[in-house]
Protein backbone atom coordinates (compact mmCIF):
# COMPACT_ATOMS: atom_id res chain seq x y z
CA UNK A 1 0.00 0.00 0.00
CA UNK A 2 1.66 3.45 -1.16
CA UNK A 3 2.22 6.38 2.03
CA UNK A 4 1.54 8.55 -0.95
CA UNK A 5 -1.72 10.50 0.46
CA UNK A 6 -4.94 10.18 -2.13
CA UNK A 7 -7.89 12.22 -2.11
CA UNK A 8 -9.25 10.49 1.02
CA UNK A 9 -6.74 11.30 2.82
CA UNK A 10 -7.54 14.96 3.80
CA UNK A 11 -8.46 16.33 6.47
CA UNK A 12 -11.29 15.53 8.26
CA UNK A 13 -14.32 18.45 7.42
CA UNK A 14 -11.64 20.41 4.66
CA UNK A 15 -13.35 21.90 1.76
CA UNK A 16 -12.02 22.69 -2.03
CA UNK A 17 -12.91 26.55 -1.07
CA UNK A 18 -10.82 26.46 1.95
CA UNK A 19 -7.92 26.25 0.04
CA UNK A 20 -8.40 29.26 -1.86
CA UNK A 21 -6.89 31.77 -0.71
CA UNK A 22 -8.22 34.94 -3.32
CA UNK A 23 -11.34 33.59 -2.23
CA UNK A 24 -11.57 34.71 1.19
CA UNK A 25 -13.33 38.10 2.39
CA UNK A 26 -14.58 39.50 5.26
CA UNK A 27 -16.41 42.81 4.04
CA UNK A 28 -19.85 43.72 3.07
CA UNK A 29 -19.74 45.15 -0.33
CA UNK A 30 -21.93 47.77 0.30
CA UNK A 31 -23.39 48.74 -3.12
CA UNK A 32 -25.92 50.95 -1.52
CA UNK A 33 -23.44 52.89 0.11
CA UNK A 34 -21.44 53.55 -3.37
CA UNK A 35 -24.07 55.94 -4.10
CA UNK A 36 -23.19 58.93 -1.77
CA UNK A 37 -20.24 59.22 -3.51
CA UNK A 38 -16.45 58.68 -2.52
CA UNK A 39 -16.18 62.10 -1.56
CA UNK A 40 -18.47 61.45 1.20
CA UNK A 41 -16.96 58.68 2.36
CA UNK A 42 -13.48 60.19 2.25
CA UNK A 43 -14.85 62.80 4.57
CA UNK A 44 -15.96 60.50 7.01
CA UNK A 45 -13.61 60.34 9.74
CA UNK A 46 -14.64 55.98 10.70
CA UNK A 47 -13.43 55.48 6.82
CA UNK A 48 -9.94 53.91 6.14
CA UNK A 49 -7.54 53.09 3.59
CA UNK A 50 -5.71 50.36 1.91
CA UNK A 51 -3.20 51.82 -0.81
CA UNK A 52 -1.73 50.21 -3.77
CA UNK A 53 1.06 51.50 -6.58
CA UNK A 54 1.49 49.58 -9.95
CA UNK A 55 -0.29 46.77 -8.42
CA UNK A 56 1.15 45.89 -5.53
CA UNK A 57 -0.23 46.85 -1.67
CA UNK A 58 1.43 49.14 1.10
CA UNK A 59 2.43 46.66 4.10
CA UNK A 60 1.77 47.07 7.40
CA UNK A 61 4.04 43.66 8.14
CA UNK A 62 5.21 41.04 5.64
CA UNK A 63 1.73 39.63 5.78
CA UNK A 64 -0.41 42.28 6.71
CA UNK A 65 -1.84 45.17 4.57
CA UNK A 66 -1.35 48.82 5.79
CA UNK A 67 -4.60 50.49 6.71
CA UNK A 68 -4.63 53.89 7.20
CA UNK A 69 -6.91 57.04 7.15
CA UNK A 70 -7.33 58.78 3.78
CA UNK A 71 -5.63 61.97 4.56
CA UNK A 72 -2.39 60.95 5.52
CA UNK A 73 -1.86 59.56 2.37
CA UNK A 74 0.40 61.37 -0.34
CA UNK A 75 -0.63 62.19 -3.80
CA UNK A 76 -3.38 59.69 -3.94
CA UNK A 77 -4.50 59.49 -7.75
CA UNK A 78 -8.14 57.35 -7.69
CA UNK A 79 -10.22 56.58 -4.85
CA UNK A 80 -12.27 53.05 -4.61
CA UNK A 81 -15.22 52.14 -2.22
CA UNK A 82 -14.56 48.18 -0.96
CA UNK A 83 -16.91 48.13 1.62
CA UNK A 84 -17.55 47.89 5.10
CA UNK A 85 -15.52 45.62 7.46
CA UNK A 86 -17.88 43.00 8.88
CA UNK A 87 -15.70 41.42 11.86
CA UNK A 88 -14.51 43.63 14.72
CA UNK A 89 -10.51 43.08 14.81
CA UNK A 90 -8.10 45.12 17.18
CA UNK A 91 -7.16 47.86 14.13
CA UNK A 92 -10.27 48.10 13.13
CA UNK A 93 -14.07 48.35 14.37
CA UNK A 94 -17.06 46.41 12.73
CA UNK A 95 -18.65 48.49 10.05
CA UNK A 96 -15.44 50.95 9.44
CA UNK A 97 -15.63 52.15 5.69
CA UNK A 98 -12.99 50.91 3.55
CA UNK A 99 -11.14 52.39 0.26
CA UNK A 100 -8.74 51.51 -1.67
CA UNK A 101 -6.74 54.44 -2.97
CA UNK A 102 -4.36 54.17 -6.00
CA UNK A 103 -1.14 56.30 -5.99
CA UNK A 104 1.40 57.48 -8.69
CA UNK A 105 4.71 57.32 -6.58
CA UNK A 106 5.49 56.15 -3.73
CA UNK A 107 7.50 58.84 -2.67
CA UNK A 108 6.72 60.27 1.36
CA UNK A 109 5.59 56.45 2.75
CA UNK A 110 8.39 56.02 4.46
CA UNK A 111 8.17 59.11 6.74
CA UNK A 112 4.94 57.28 8.02
CA UNK A 113 4.15 56.09 10.92
CA UNK A 114 4.39 52.01 11.82
CA UNK A 115 5.05 51.88 8.23
CA UNK A 116 8.20 49.63 7.24
CA UNK A 117 11.06 51.02 4.54
CA UNK A 118 12.13 49.06 1.96
CA UNK A 119 11.59 46.78 -1.27
CA UNK A 120 8.98 44.87 1.57
CA UNK A 121 6.94 47.55 2.00
CA UNK A 122 4.68 46.93 -0.90
CA UNK A 123 3.83 43.28 -1.55
CA UNK A 124 2.84 41.37 -5.09
CA UNK A 125 -0.54 39.13 -4.46
CA UNK A 126 0.63 36.63 -6.26
CA UNK A 127 3.48 36.10 -3.31
CA UNK A 128 1.75 37.02 -0.34
CA UNK A 129 -2.12 36.22 -1.01
CA UNK A 130 -2.07 32.99 0.44
CA UNK A 131 -0.36 34.13 3.81
CA UNK A 132 -2.66 37.23 4.45
CA UNK A 133 -5.73 36.65 6.41
CA UNK A 134 -9.00 36.60 5.11
CA UNK A 135 -10.09 40.44 5.80
CA UNK A 136 -6.93 41.53 3.81
CA UNK A 137 -6.75 38.90 1.65
CA UNK A 138 -10.40 39.94 0.13
CA UNK A 139 -9.74 43.60 0.48
CA UNK A 140 -6.20 43.52 -1.56
CA UNK A 141 -7.93 40.98 -4.65
CA UNK A 142 -11.07 43.00 -4.68
CA UNK A 143 -8.78 46.28 -4.99
CA UNK A 144 -6.57 45.00 -7.81
CA UNK A 145 -9.31 43.70 -9.99
CA UNK A 146 -11.06 47.39 -9.59
CA UNK A 147 -8.15 49.49 -10.22
CA UNK A 148 -7.06 47.67 -12.91
CA UNK A 149 -10.43 47.70 -14.75
CA UNK A 150 -9.71 51.55 -14.07
CA UNK A 151 -6.75 51.49 -15.66
CA UNK A 152 -7.83 49.83 -19.35
CA UNK A 153 -11.44 51.70 -19.04
CA UNK A 154 -10.28 55.48 -18.79
CA UNK A 155 -11.74 55.68 -22.73
CA UNK A 156 -15.59 54.77 -23.97
CA UNK A 157 -15.05 51.95 -26.08
CA UNK A 158 -17.77 52.98 -28.57
CA UNK A 159 -17.39 56.97 -28.58
CA UNK A 160 -13.44 57.09 -27.80
CA UNK A 161 -13.96 60.26 -25.34
CA UNK A 162 -12.94 60.04 -22.11
CA UNK A 163 -14.55 58.56 -19.25
CA UNK A 164 -14.90 59.42 -15.46
CA UNK A 165 -15.35 57.27 -12.46
CA UNK A 166 -18.62 57.80 -10.61
CA UNK A 167 -20.75 55.40 -8.44
CA UNK A 168 -17.84 55.25 -6.03
CA UNK A 169 -15.53 53.95 -8.38
CA UNK A 170 -17.55 51.68 -9.43
CA UNK A 171 -18.81 53.14 -12.62
CA UNK A 172 -17.04 55.10 -15.61
CA UNK A 173 -19.12 57.98 -17.62
CA UNK A 174 -18.85 59.54 -20.52
CA UNK A 175 -19.62 63.19 -21.39
CA UNK A 176 -23.69 61.93 -22.78
CA UNK A 177 -23.80 60.25 -19.23
CA UNK A 178 -23.27 56.87 -20.96
CA UNK A 179 -22.11 54.35 -18.07
CA UNK A 180 -19.84 51.32 -18.56
CA UNK A 181 -19.79 48.88 -15.69
CA UNK A 182 -16.48 46.74 -14.49
CA UNK A 183 -16.70 43.24 -16.71
CA UNK A 184 -14.68 39.77 -15.46
CA UNK A 185 -13.24 37.29 -17.75
CA UNK A 186 -14.14 33.97 -17.12
CA UNK A 187 -10.99 31.29 -17.70
CA UNK A 188 -11.97 27.23 -16.79
CA UNK A 189 -8.70 25.76 -15.71
CA UNK A 190 -8.81 21.53 -15.31
CA UNK A 191 -7.26 18.70 -13.38
CA UNK A 192 -7.09 15.77 -16.40
CA UNK A 193 -7.00 12.63 -14.51
CA UNK A 194 -6.84 9.20 -17.03
CA UNK A 195 -8.06 5.69 -15.81
CA UNK A 196 -5.30 5.70 -13.16
CA UNK A 197 -5.65 9.16 -11.34
CA UNK A 198 -2.78 10.31 -12.99
CA UNK A 199 -2.40 13.87 -13.56
CA UNK A 200 -1.94 15.62 -16.40
CA UNK A 201 0.42 18.72 -16.18
CA UNK A 202 1.56 21.23 -19.03
CA UNK A 203 4.37 24.16 -19.53
CA UNK A 204 3.83 26.99 -21.25
CA UNK A 205 5.90 28.29 -23.55
CA UNK A 206 6.40 31.56 -21.63
CA UNK A 207 7.68 29.80 -18.31
CA UNK A 208 10.94 28.05 -17.35
CA UNK A 209 11.40 24.45 -19.11
CA UNK A 210 10.19 22.79 -15.63
CA UNK A 211 7.69 24.31 -14.66
CA UNK A 212 4.20 22.52 -15.09
CA UNK A 213 0.68 23.45 -14.27
CA UNK A 214 -2.49 22.56 -14.96
CA UNK A 215 -4.21 23.06 -18.00
CA UNK A 216 -6.58 26.12 -18.76
CA UNK A 217 -7.83 29.13 -21.33
CA UNK A 218 -10.87 31.23 -21.12
CA UNK A 219 -14.22 30.94 -21.93
CA UNK A 220 -15.53 31.86 -25.47
CA UNK A 221 -18.46 33.90 -26.15
CA UNK A 222 -21.65 31.57 -26.47
CA UNK A 223 -20.16 29.02 -24.51
CA UNK A 224 -20.52 26.65 -21.65
CA UNK A 225 -18.20 26.65 -18.91
CA UNK A 226 -18.09 22.39 -19.40
CA UNK A 227 -17.85 23.03 -23.27
CA UNK A 228 -14.70 25.23 -22.32
CA UNK A 229 -12.89 22.69 -20.80
CA UNK A 230 -13.07 20.14 -23.34
CA UNK A 231 -12.49 22.48 -25.92
CA UNK A 232 -9.48 23.84 -23.93
CA UNK A 233 -8.20 20.68 -23.32
CA UNK A 234 -8.03 19.10 -26.58
CA UNK A 235 -6.94 22.01 -28.02
CA UNK A 236 -3.71 22.24 -26.02
CA UNK A 237 -3.33 18.64 -25.15
CA UNK A 238 -4.82 16.48 -28.20
CA UNK A 239 -6.48 14.55 -25.26
CA UNK A 240 -10.37 14.32 -25.53
CA UNK A 241 -11.88 14.58 -21.72
CA UNK A 242 -16.01 14.23 -20.71
CA UNK A 243 -17.78 14.71 -17.68
CA UNK A 244 -16.26 17.83 -16.02
CA UNK A 245 -16.60 18.28 -12.45
CA UNK A 246 -16.73 21.67 -11.24
CA UNK A 247 -14.64 21.98 -8.07
CA UNK A 248 -14.63 25.78 -7.10
CA UNK A 249 -13.74 29.62 -8.06
CA UNK A 250 -11.60 32.28 -7.50
CA UNK A 251 -10.95 35.81 -8.46
CA UNK A 252 -7.54 36.27 -10.24
CA UNK A 253 -7.34 40.29 -10.82
CA UNK A 254 -3.59 39.49 -13.24
CA UNK A 255 -5.71 41.81 -14.84
CA UNK A 256 -9.09 40.60 -14.75
CA UNK A 257 -9.86 36.66 -14.49
CA UNK A 258 -12.44 34.50 -12.43
CA UNK A 259 -10.66 30.88 -12.55
CA UNK A 260 -13.41 28.12 -12.76
CA UNK A 261 -11.66 25.07 -11.53
CA UNK A 262 -12.92 21.78 -12.75
CA UNK A 263 -11.58 18.25 -12.90
CA UNK A 264 -12.27 15.65 -16.26
CA UNK A 265 -11.55 12.13 -16.95
CA UNK A 266 -10.11 10.78 -20.36
CA UNK A 267 -12.53 9.63 -22.28
CA UNK A 268 -13.34 6.02 -21.69
CA UNK A 269 -10.35 4.52 -24.74
CA UNK A 270 -9.63 7.22 -25.78
CA UNK A 271 -5.64 8.67 -26.38
CA UNK A 272 -4.18 9.39 -23.54
CA UNK A 273 -0.19 10.32 -24.64
CA UNK A 274 -0.83 13.90 -25.12
CA UNK A 275 0.56 15.88 -27.64
CA UNK A 276 1.31 19.74 -26.97
CA UNK A 277 -0.33 21.92 -29.24
CA UNK A 278 3.44 23.85 -29.78
CA UNK A 279 2.08 27.42 -29.59
CA UNK A 280 0.86 27.76 -26.28
CA UNK A 281 1.74 24.40 -24.43
CA UNK A 282 5.04 22.78 -25.32
CA UNK A 283 5.66 20.13 -22.97
CA UNK A 284 3.33 17.48 -21.30
CA UNK A 285 3.79 15.51 -18.47
CA UNK A 286 1.41 12.24 -16.83
CA UNK A 287 2.34 11.86 -12.91
CA UNK A 288 0.94 9.80 -10.14
CA UNK A 289 1.31 11.16 -6.69
CA UNK A 290 4.00 9.71 -5.89
CA UNK A 291 6.09 10.74 -8.98
CA UNK A 292 4.78 14.45 -8.41
CA UNK A 293 5.48 14.75 -4.47
CA UNK A 294 9.21 13.69 -5.54
CA UNK A 295 9.97 15.64 -8.53
CA UNK A 296 8.35 18.92 -6.54
CA UNK A 297 10.66 17.94 -3.56
CA UNK A 298 13.89 17.30 -5.51
CA UNK A 299 13.09 20.81 -7.54
CA UNK A 300 12.75 18.90 -10.89
CA UNK A 301 9.21 19.78 -11.38
CA UNK A 302 8.61 24.13 -9.92
CA UNK A 303 4.72 24.23 -9.52
CA UNK A 304 2.09 26.72 -9.19
CA UNK A 305 2.89 29.38 -6.40
CA UNK A 306 0.43 28.82 -3.16
CA UNK A 307 -1.69 31.52 -4.09
CA UNK A 308 -3.58 30.04 -7.10
CA UNK A 309 -6.03 27.25 -7.39
CA UNK A 310 -3.89 25.80 -9.84
CA UNK A 311 -2.03 24.70 -6.95
CA UNK A 312 -5.35 24.18 -4.54
CA UNK A 313 -6.17 21.79 -7.58
CA UNK A 314 -3.22 19.55 -7.91
CA UNK A 315 -2.80 19.63 -3.57
CA UNK A 316 -7.28 18.64 -3.40
CA UNK A 317 -6.06 15.50 -6.01
CA UNK A 318 -2.90 14.44 -4.37
CA UNK A 319 -4.94 14.57 -1.32
CA UNK A 320 -2.57 16.72 1.38
CA UNK A 321 0.37 19.85 0.76
CA UNK A 322 3.02 19.24 -1.25
CA UNK A 323 6.95 20.08 -0.77
CA UNK A 324 8.55 22.28 -3.27
CA UNK A 325 12.44 22.13 -4.01
CA UNK A 326 14.74 24.63 -2.29
CA UNK A 327 14.08 27.05 -5.15
CA UNK A 328 10.05 27.65 -4.81
CA UNK A 329 10.78 28.07 -1.12
CA UNK A 330 13.04 31.00 -1.25
Request: cysteine-free; charged content about 25%.
Amino acid sequence: MSDTPGPADSPAGSSFSSRLPLARAALDRDHLGRAGGIDALLDDARTRAIVLHEGRALLATPTSLAILPPSIVPQAALAVYLGRTTNPAPDLAEGTPIVALAVDSTDGFEQLDDIPSGPSQWGDLRRIGAHLDERDAGLFTQALAILNWHTVSRFSPLAGVETVPAQAGWVRQDESGKEYFPRTDAAVIVAVLDADDRLLLGSNAMWETNRFSLLAGFVEPGESLEAAVIREVFEESGVRVENPHYLGSQPWPFPASLMVGFEARVVAGADSVGRPDGDEIVALRWFTRHELAEAAAAGDVLLPGKTSIARAIVEHWFGGELTDGPRERK
